[in-house]
């Protein structure tokens, strides 16, 4: 299996622009995870999808704030209009259901705001 | 108080020694508690998982969970420099909740 897949890498944006992160969770997880991890805060769950429902989205900081999940092979976390404090890595995670509860971690996109 | 506990270190421990790493939670209902490595500039990785009171081993690591306690640890035997990285206790929300909880970190590293 290819693991959780996260694009772009690498985003650099400038104040006031629209953001998208993109997320391929592994084939046959039912659960997606979004997190944002930055030094002050560490690692925060923003919100997370069972069978493409969000289920908890207590952890989006604001309304610039929107999460999607189409279908279960895609999600999306869209900042906008985007900030300097947005700054951070932000990971995509997946596991299976009802036992497994291990998450499976993307490579994380790191976001730059300026 | 925060709802996962860790100590931010660094841990400084020499090769070939064990490192123990410790944490400690406040949600009495969580069930299920994970140690995660974290290499710098790359996304964390399951070491252990662990569900019921006890040690549990795999190759040099330990998980030791008191639920009682509320605590939950991590032993590395014969630490190795490539051991080196941020350990990150993770706990799920208890009460069903597949959300996990991660404490801070602890940043590890392993002298030559």
């Known amino acids: 299996d290819a693991g959780v897949i996260q694009s772009p890498r690498h985003e650099v944006t400038e104040m006031g622009q629209e953001v998208t992160l993109r997320c391929k969770p592994i084939?046959?997880?039912?659960?997606l995870f979004w997190y944002r991890q930055t030094m002050m805060r560490g690692l925060e769950l923003l919100i997370y999808?069972?069978?493409?429902?969000?289920?908890?989205d207590s952890g989006m900081p604001e309304d610039r704030f929107s999460a999607k999940m189409p279908n279960a092979s895609f999600s999306t976390l869209k900042i906008q209009p985007s900030e300097p404090r947005d700054s951070a890595v932000y990971f995509c995670a997946s596991s299976l259901s009802p036992l497994e509860e291990t998450q499976y971690f993307g490579p994380g996109t790191r976001l730059l705001v300026l | 108080q925060k709802e996962v506990e860790q100590n931010s270190g660094p841990l400084s421990v020499p090769e070939g020694a064990i490192a123990s790493l410790n944490c400690t939670y406040s949600?009495?209902?969580?069930?299920?508690f994970f140690w995660y490595r974290q290499y710098s500039g790359k996304s964390p990785e399951l070491i252990m998982s662990i569900y019921s009171n006890g040690d549990k081993e795999d190759g040099r690591f330990t998980a030791q969970l008191n639920k009682a306690s509320q605590y939950v640890s991590l032993l590395i035997r014969d630490s190795q420099p490539s051991d080196s990285a941020t350990y990150l206790c993770a706990v799920n929300g208890g009460t069903g909740r597949r959300a996990l909880t991660f404490g801070s970190g602890t940043r590890l590293q392993v002298q030559p």
């Open positions: 084939s046959g997880h039912d659960y």
């Open positions: 999808f069972n069978n493409n429902v969000p289920i908890d």
């Open positions: 949600d009495r209902g969580s069930q299920s």
